[in-house]
């Protein structure tokens, strides 16, 4: 029912910095990151509501920042001094209402020198 584009990946150096956006079809009460590299989980990144209230994984914290545009559809995540295990692909997902969760086809961030 909701569908998610995200955009922004690529391959930086460590240290460097990413802004990711996220796209949905229709307007979301909230949104969220997610990554998962090989062989691992997806894990959760960050999230954040229509009210703006923001939080994070212990290790993206103080580097990255989700924010939301002035469209109620769209997201972002800055990610800055980034590191080797920051890759991943990165996952947008939308929540528009409770027990609903739409995800995004992903997008590959890799960090290396």
């Known amino acids: 029912q909701v569908q998610l584009v995200e955009s922004g990946g690529g391959l930086v150096q460590p240290g460097g910095s990413l802004r990711l956006s996220c796209a949905a079809s229709?307007?979301?009460?909230?949104f969220g990151w997610y990554r998962q590299a090989p062989g691992n989980q997806r894990e959760w990144v960050a999230g954040?509501?229509?009210?703006?209230?923001?939080n994070y994984e212990d290790s993206v914290k103080g580097r990255f920042t989700i924010s939301r545009g002035t469209a109620e559809n769209t997201v972002y995540l800055q990610m800055n001094s980034l590191k080797p295990e920051d890759t991943a692909v990165y996952y947008c997902?939308?929540?528009?209402?409770?027990?609903?969760?739409?995800w995004g086809q992903g997008t590959q961030v890799t960090v290396s020198s």
């Open positions: 997902a939308a929540t528009p209402r409770v027990g609903a969760t739409y």
């Open positions: 954040i509501t229509t009210g703006g209230t923001a």
């Open positions: 229709r307007n979301t009460f909230s």
